[in-house]
């Protein structure tokens, strides 16, 4: 079989004049370690839950890779005074199946809220303890 080679005055001048667009991969080693600070009572908990989550997985950068992790550390303090939109405040609820039957369990915002606020955000940005402790002192 012939291999099909386009001889250069085929090739376009446009696809010519392009540079070569290059493929990065940056290694664990060579990220930077950043920490971001989150006040909850500044923002809307679903922006800012989407905005945490990516910060974790590093996709708000251009160094982002799949593979390594070159996400950021997030600390998040004022947890129960996030600001919610609507009636969101007495409807929404965070719902958790425990697998046995009839185990369905709802908690409503309004008790997360009371309860000191550490699990607002719900599914989207889970806070680990560490992170919980920095923001009690």
């Known amino acids: 079989m012939r ?4 001889p250069s005055s ?3 001048a446009r696809a010519r ?35 945490i989550a990516m910060a974790l997985m590093g996709k708000d950068r251009a160094t ?5 992790l070159t996400g950021a550390h997030v600390v998040v303090i004022n947890g129960a005074k996030a600001v919610v ?3 969101k405040a007495e409807q929404k609820t965070y719902d958790h ?8 369990k709802v908690v409503r915002f309004a008790d997360v809220r009371y309860r000191g606020g550490e699990r607002l955000g719900g ?5 680990d303890r560490e992170l919980r402790a920095l923001e009690a002192e």
Not at 3 to 6: D, E, G, I, Q
Not at 64 to 68: A, D, G, L
């Open 97 to 104: 199946y425990t697998r046995y039957a009839g185990g369905l």
């Open 123 to 127: 599914p989207a940005v889970r806070l």
């Open 3 to 6: 291999a099909l080679v386009r």
């Open 10 to 12: 085929q090739i376009s």
């Open 85 to 87: 939109t609507g009636k």
């Open 64 to 68: 982002w890779t799949p593979s390594e």
């Open 17 to 51: 004049d392009t540079e070569i667009m290059k493929t990065t991969h940056v290694r664990a080693a060579d990220a930077q370690e950043r920490w971001l600070l989150y006040d909850a009572s500044e923002h809307r908990l679903g922006r800012m839950a989407t905005e």
